[in-house]
């Protein structure tokens, strides 16, 4: 029951995750992109955001809820904000700057929301590569070392989201979101909550 519920979940994510791209072409296919550059770049920098926090979820659902499957679809959901995160800075640089590298390095020291998202970017990508249980291995205690920087990568997310929008409302809520995600993996604050939980199902389980 419990291979089964894990199967559906990753099943569910790879759906759930391809959806956005889904969307986004379908809306290109019948015209309905009004301003075609600039709505891929958002849409595709929202979903990268979107995806990068939910694998960032993942630990906390678990440590909260012991729902030990969700770990499974981490690492997906990691890769697929990578790949969103791609689409997001490849239409950024070819679409809107034209590959023209030496407009777009100006642009990165002028800008600083391009610089700081540029950064996140940069920072996923180690990640990605180094995602397989075989990189896992070479790397040993290292590989969870380096894998830590996905916390930064979320934060410079949010600043570069933050800078680059009108209204920071959005970016705010997500920035919070970020934060109690943070603070959950606190190992302080992780052990009083898996003993409150431990608590929790050992009266659960003497009251049935």
């Known amino acids: ?3 089964l519920k894990t199967r559906w979940l990753q099943i569910l994510t790879h759906v ?4 956005p791209l889904a969307w986004l072409l379908w809306d290109y296919w019948q015209g309905r992109l009004i301003d075609p550059v600039r709505e891929i770049t958002t849409r595709t920098g929202k979903a990268a955001l979107i995806l990068l926090i939910l694998s960032l ?3 906390p659902i678990n440590i909260l809820l012991g729902f ?19 689409l997001h800075f490849l239409t950024f640089v070819g679409l809107d700057y034209g ?6 390095g100006q ?38 070392r380096l894998h830590r ?21 959005g970016p705010l809520r997500y920035g919070a ?13 992780r052990k009083a909550i898996s003993d409150a939980r431990y608590w929790l199902e050992t009266r659960q389980k003497a009251t049935r």
């Open 1 to 3: 029951m419990r291979k």
């Open 16 to 19: 759930a995750a391809l959806l």
């Open 57 to 59: 979820a993942c630990t």
């Open 68 to 86: 030990k499957q969700v770990l499974r679809v981490r690492r997906a959901l990691g890769l697929y904000a990578f790949m969103y995160a791609s």
């Open 99 to 104: 590959f023209d590298f030496d407009l777009l």
């Open 107 to 144: 642009g990165i020291l002028d800008q600083r929301y391009v610089l700081v998202g540029f950064a996140a970017g940069l920072l996923l990508l180690p990640l990605a590569i180094t995602s397989t249980q075989a990189w896992q291995k070479r790397l040993g205690k290292n590989w969870r």
């Open 149 to 169: 920087l996905v916390y930064l990568a979320s934060i410079l997310a949010i600043v570069h989201f933050t800078w680059l929008a009108k209204d920071n409302r």
């Open 177 to 189: 979101v970020v934060a109690l995600l943070l603070i959950v993996r606190i190992p302080g604050i």
